[in-house]
């Protein structure tokens, strides 16, 4: 639960970056007809973090 506060509190915004950059990297590279995969992967990886650790921060309260 600790875990989850501090990306909470301190990693949110870079997660949120992360997954902006991606997302618009994706629809850059998909408009080239580019291969996708690593931001893929990482934007799917912002986005769990980001949504599981707003779940668990409502859960810890």
């Known amino acids: 639960m600790i875990i989850f506060a501090f990306i909470i509190v ?3 915004p870079i997660l949120g970056i992360i997954f ?3 997302l ?3 629809l850059t590279k998909i408009e080239k ?3 996708t995969t690593k931001n893929t992967f990482w934007l799917t ?5 980001i949504i599981w ?4 921060g409502t859960i810890m309260k």
């Open 10 to 12: 301190y990693f949110m």
């Open 45 to 49: 990886l912002s986005f769990v973090l």
């Open 33 to 35: 007809d580019e291969k």
């Open 20 to 22: 902006c950059l991606n």
């Open 24 to 26: 618009v990297s994706i």
């Open 53 to 56: 650790s707003i779940a668990m």
